[in-house]
């Protein structure tokens, strides 16, 4: 696991190290500049020395300086080229005799060279580039010094501030294990560093949502819990009954009562399982592009027989249109179900069943009109709620089948729309605002 305090150590030291050595190459070659000009300066005011010097013939006789006490070397000339004048006889010196400033390289280094004529004679001050470098190298080290012996505490000091600046990330985090699934409350953020508010704020995000999923999942225990309880114990109520027949007709009377009651408790853990599935986490599968039109015929087909039982005249009205959306395929079947289910069982007998695609502003839709009795503007909210039935219908259910449908139009972006139909009942519209995959 990487740590964030030796990441910044090492990226700040590395940081400062590298600063420095460009301030020392800066400052290197500040010194050298400096050192050129002033050993320029003393180079030309040397020879100007001489120049007012009667320097005697010495072509005979070497004279002989401790090369490490002078740094300076010098030769003179007379007008016909014979030397009258060498301070170093044992270095190998510029023979050149340039007139002013001048570098001169020979084989045994650089010479940075001044000349000039005075009285028939040439002077030349010659002295090693090796002997500036020097020098400004060592300006170099000692202004860079002082700062690579600090870095040991420079990285103590580091190490000790980046602690102490992670600190609230470590408050943090003691928060968020304090947190169970009875106690999600958020985490404060009033006395954070601005850097970690972000942070707070979406683990807040994150606890609120994870507390109204769980919230959710236990209404949704509690609920399924009490709608089994009640088809469960009719369920025994009429196994009693059919074992306490006193004949056969009475006897078949009740187990087809209680055939009903296990279809209809089947039927409620079908819903169930299908509300399951289509909450978020409950597997999400790949999508593709669907047509709608293949998915109504399909699911009108499918509930043709229930329809023509009662007499109803469920059709797709034709559009000429060709809505496609992106999402999947089984539970879009599962949610148009659901609606012409609706539709079909409360329809009364003769009425009529009309289903419809198109597109809105580029925006695909399908919805189902029927002529049954529609739902009234104030409960139209609350039909959408798990188990909720109205009070008013005889027809058998589970609560469950608007909900699935809201369900899974919220995964694909939708938005399930109630209204007054054409026909006099319910239109029940899913509104898609996601454009099809190219």
């Given at each position: 696991?990487?740590?964030?305090r030796?990441?910044l150590l090492?990226?700040l030291?590395?940081?400062?190290?590298?600063t420095t050595l460009l301030?020392?190459?800066?400052?290197?070659k500040?010194?050298?500049?400096?050192?050129t000009?002033?050993?320029?300066?003393?180079l030309?005011?040397?020879?100007?020395?001489?120049?007012?010097?009667?320097?005697?013939?010495?072509?005979?006789r070497e004279?002989?300086?401790?090369?490490?006490?002078?740094?300076f070397?010098?030769q003179?000339?007379?007008p016909?080229?014979?030397?009258?004048?060498?301070?170093?006889?044992?270095?190998?010196?510029?023979h050149?005799?340039?007139?002013?400033?001048?570098?001169v390289n020979?084989?045994h280094g650089?010479?940075r060279?001044f000349?000039?004529?005075?009285?028939?004679?040439?002077i030349?001050?010659?002295?090693l580039?090796?002997?500036?470098?020097?020098l400004?190298?060592?300006?170099?080290l000692?202004?860079?010094?002082?700062?690579?012996?600090?870095?040991?505490m420079?990285?103590?000091l580091?190490?000790?501030?980046v602690?102490r600046?992670l600190?609230p990330?470590?408050a943090?985090a003691?928060?968020?294990?304090t947190r169970t699934a009875?106690?999600?409350?958020?985490?404060?953020?009033?006395?954070?560093?601005?850097?970690?508010?972000?942070l707070?704020?979406s683990?807040?995000?994150l606890l609120?949502?994870l507390?109204r999923?769980?919230?959710?999942q236990?209404e949704?225990?509690?609920?399924a819990?009490?709608?089994?309880?009640?088809?469960?114990?009719a369920l025994?109520?009429?196994?009693q009954?059919?074992?306490r027949?006193p004949?056969?007709l009475?006897r078949?009377d009740?187990?087809a009562?209680?055939k009903r009651?296990?279809e209809?408790a089947t039927?409620?853990?079908q819903?169930?399982?299908?509300?399951?599935?289509q909450e978020?986490?409950?597997?999400?599968r790949p999508t593709?592009?669907?047509?709608?039109?293949?998915l109504?015929a399909?699911v009108?087909?499918?509930?043709q027989p229930?329809?023509?039982?009662?007499?109803?005249?469920l059709?797709m009205?034709?559009?000429?249109?060709?809505?496609?959306?992106d999402g999947?395929?089984?539970a879009?079947?599962?949610?148009?179900?659901?609606?012409?289910?609706?539709a079909?069982?409360?329809?009364p007998p003769?009425?009529?069943?009309?289903v419809?695609i198109?597109?809105d502003?580029a925006?695909?839709?399908?919805?189902?009109?029927?002529s049954?009795?529609?739902i009234?503007?104030?409960e139209?909210?609350?039909?959408?709620?798990r188990f909720?039935r109205?009070?008013?219908?005889?027809?058998?259910?589970s609560g469950?089948?608007?909900?699935i449908?809201?369900?899974?139009a919220e995964r694909?972006?939708?938005?399930?729309?109630?209204?007054d139909?054409?026909?006099?009942?319910?239109?029940?519209?899913?509104q898609?605002?996601?454009p099809?995959?190219?």
């Open positions: 696991m990487k740590s964030i030796r990441q090492v990226a030291l590395s940081a400062m190290t590298l301030g020392a190459l800066a400052t290197y500040t010194a050298r500049d400096e050192a000009a002033m050993f320029d300066y003393q030309r005011q040397l020879a100007l020395s001489f120049r007012d010097q009667q320097v005697q013939d010495v072509r005979r004279v002989t300086i401790d090369e490490d006490a002078q740094d070397s010098i003179i000339w007379r016909d080229g014979t030397r009258i004048y060498l301070s170093h006889p044992r270095r190998e010196l510029p050149q005799a340039p007139i002013g400033f001048a570098t020979t084989d650089k010479w060279v000349g000039l004529q005075q009285g028939g004679q040439t030349q001050v010659a002295q580039v090796q002997v500036r470098d020097h400004a190298l060592a300006a170099a000692r202004t860079v010094a002082p700062f690579l012996l600090m870095l040991p420079l990285g103590v580091i190490w000790v501030m602690g600046g600190r990330l470590a943090v003691r928060a968020v294990t009875v106690a999600l409350d958020p985490l404060p953020d009033n006395r954070v560093p601005a850097e970690v508010v972000p707070v704020l683990l807040n995000d609120a949502r507390k999923a769980l919230d959710a236990r949704f225990i509690a609920d819990a009490h709608e089994l309880r009640t088809p469960l114990a025994s109520l009429q196994l009954l059919a074992e027949a004949d056969a009475s078949a009740a187990f009562e209680l009651g296990v209809r039927h409620a853990v819903q169930l399982l299908t509300l399951a599935r978020p986490g409950g597997g999400d593709m592009p669907v047509r709608l039109d293949d109504v399909s009108i087909v499918d509930h229930l329809a023509e039982a009662r007499r109803i005249d059709g009205v034709p559009t000429g249109q060709l809505a496609v959306v999947d395929q089984d879009l079947r599962i949610l148009l179900a659901n609606l012409v289910s609706n079909v069982r409360y329809t003769g009425g009529k069943i009309d419809a198109g597109e502003n925006a695909p839709f399908v919805e189902v009109c029927d049954g009795p529609g009234p503007l104030e139209r909210e609350r039909v959408f709620d909720y109205r009070a008013q219908s005889d027809e058998p259910g469950l089948g608007l909900a449908v809201k369900t899974i694909h972006q939708a938005r399930v729309l109630l209204g139909a054409g026909l006099g009942g319910l239109r029940a519209r899913v898609f605002g996601r099809p995959r190219p």
